[in-house]
């Protein structure tokens, strides 16, 4: 065990995962991927459909196990933890998924979904499970009132918010977002992106954010990892990975990214700037 | 009273779609799902609905094909080269469909006969409304495939639709949609299960096609890059409504509406720098 200030809170190393594709032919989904993450970092990991971007997120949060290689957090191995070591390392790594109406139990209430973890843990919550159900719920800008209510009857992005409260309660370290806001209109995108900046700000989370929209990993990533049929063809810092790629497949996956035309773009702008000028002169 | 304008080459008179105050409702539920939406599209033209979830924009398309949902009653006029499609009866909508007018939609996995030949499948689409051998119309497949540039046609024209990627797979329900030379196509979210390579392929793709045939369309989609990308007009809708209308540059250069100006607001671009908590070092 090891607490410093050199060990980052997640160190991956030469993940592998290979799926059996016929009686004596596997298929490598994820091949030799490694990184690390600090506390309040946010590592975005981007790709396109079978770049093994899910698969990775998935070995992290042990929900599959790796074929080889190791995961360490704060220091310690948890690649082939079990029982209540690993019930441990859940209490400190929750996922949130892609479509909340399907990985939230419908016929569950609020409250039973997100105390769930709190149960699973076994943790003692001063005020009981219902206080710390009503104050996660405050946490993600949910109505406390409404516990009682099942995910049908939240929009999408409220969903979603369900599925964020669930992951805060047992107050985790890393959240892993498995195309957390993909499934969500724009608008509401930009609420949940605000809401997990704030959080952690608020509450020095990390997150392992998983995504195909390159354009939303630039709003909330502090580094990026790319990566293409199972392999991380590059990983650095957000601006250099977004303002000078190094590598042929990341060049050509941003600039596949469809844009606003950029004369467009400036002329809206500079209109919103005269606008403003012309009433702040008023 | 329209005027009358100088007929088509071809003979015909006036927009290919004209749709003036289509509005939906559903009286047993008491709701209206589109209220008032007006719009036309003129050949090799398109034009773009953009909006979020809930929007009615997907109900807009399905009310111009015939296709709304039971219970539903619809107002107004949708006329096609001046011949009025609302209340038209069905035999009448389904020769139309999938020969005159065309439909792409989001998911090709569903939308494909998983039992099926992609070849059997393009070709039936052409056999039913324009007959012809089995023969032949294979051969039709195998052009229609060629078109939207599926390499080895001659061999994939006999595969299976789960043998395709998702890419490959759209380019057949490309090939399919535009197997009888439609001249108006009706693409709802085509490319948002796709990949952004394969997207912008797709969209140049069928940008490239509507150039060579001259057909209008009407692109459905909640992402506002792309509507800016496809689309010479632009129809933004909120529940059900129309927020504001007008050509693509207009729209985006100077939007008139709140919810259009908070839609962009919201749109994440590539060179957004946003500011973020500085990480911390070290485990503690």
């Known amino acids: 065990m090891s607490f410093d200030d050199h060990t980052p809170l997640l160190r991956v190393q030469n993940l592998v995962k290979e799926f059996k594709q016929s009686a004596r032919k596997q298929f490598r989904a994820v091949d030799d991927v490694g990184f690390d993450l600090s506390q309040r970092e946010t590592l975005g990991v981007v790709g396109e459909s079978g770049s093994g971007k899910s698969t990775t997120a998935r070995m992290v949060a042990r929900l599959i196990d790796p074929t080889s290689g190791s995961i360490e957090f704060q220091g310690e191995d948890v690649t082939t933890r079990t029982g209540a070591a690993l019930r441990h390392f859940r209490g400190n790594v929750q996922v949130v998924f892609q479509d909340p109406y399907s990985s939230l139990n419908p016929r569950h209430t609020v409250e039973q979904i997100i105390s769930a973890p709190l149960r699973y843990q076994g943790r003692k919550v001063s005020g009981g499970y219902r206080k710390a159900v009503k104050e996660a719920m405050d946490r993600v800008g949910l109505n406390p009132d409404h516990s009682a209510r099942h995910p049908m009857q939240f929009s999408g992005g409220q969903a979603q918010r369900i599925g964020i409260a669930r992951a805060l309660a047992v107050e985790p370290k890393l959240v892993i977002c498995d195309e957390a806001v993909s499934a969500l209109d724009v608008s509401v995108q930009a609420q949940v992106l605000d809401l997990l900046r704030d959080l952690q700000r608020e509450h020095d989370f990390s997150y392992i954010f998983v995504a195909h929209d390159l354009a939303v990993v630039r709003q909330i990533a502090h580094k990026v990892a790319v990566m293409s049929a199972g392999r991380l063809v590059e990983q650095g810092p957000r601006d250099a990975i977004f303002d000078n790629p190094q590598h042929e497949y990341t060049r050509t996956l941003l600039s596949a990214v469809p844009r606003i035309n950029p004369e467009w773009e400036s002329a809206r702008k500079s209109r919103d700037e005269g606008n403003l000028t012309a009433s702040s002169g008023n | ?284």
Request: proline share 5%; glycine share 10%; net charge negative.
């Open chain 2, 1 to 284: 009273m329209k005027l009358t304008t100088a007929p088509e080459p071809d003979g015909r008179i006036g927009a290919m779609l004209s749709v003036e105050g289509l509005t939906v409702t559903f009286p047993a539920l008491g709701s209206r799902v589109i209220d008032d939406i007006n719009f036309t599209i003129e050949k090799g033209k398109t034009i773009g609905l953009v909006g979020e979830s809930g929007s009615g924009k997907s109900m807009t398309s399905l009310a111009i094909m015939g296709l709304l949902p039971e219970g539903a009653a619809v107002e107004g006029s949708v006329s096609y080269w001046g011949e009025q499609l609302l209340g038209n009866p069905d035999s009448a909508m389904r020769r139309l469909r999938g020969d005159r007018i065309a439909m792409i939609f989001q998911d090709p996995l569903s939308s494909l006969n998983p039992y099926f030949t992609v070849g059997f499948q393009i070709a039936e689409a052409y056999r039913t409304h324009r007959g012809g051998s089995r023969r032949q119309a294979r051969g039709v497949a195998v052009e229609a495939m060629r078109q939207v540039r599926i390499p080895d046609a001659e061999r994939r024209v006999d595969h299976y639709p789960h043998q395709f990627s998702g890419g490959m797979r759209q380019r057949v329900m490309i090939a399919m949609a535009l197997v009888c030379q439609p001249d108006l196509i009706i693409a709802d979210e085509p490319t948002t299960a796709l990949d952004v390579t394969v997207q912008a392929q797709i969209l140049t793709l069928m940008s490239d096609l509507q150039d060579s045939t001259g057909a209008g369309m009407l692109f459905i989609t909640h992402d506002l890059a792309v509507v800016s990308d496809v689309a010479d007009s632009i129809v933004v809708m909120q529940r059900g409504k129309t927020v504001e209308q007008g050509t693509a540059e207009a729209i985006f250069s100077w939007p008139e509406s709140d919810y259009t100006r908070a839609l962009l607001a919201a749109t994440p671009r590539l060179d957004d720098i946003v500011d973020l908590p500085e990480p911390l070092r070290g485990t503690r």
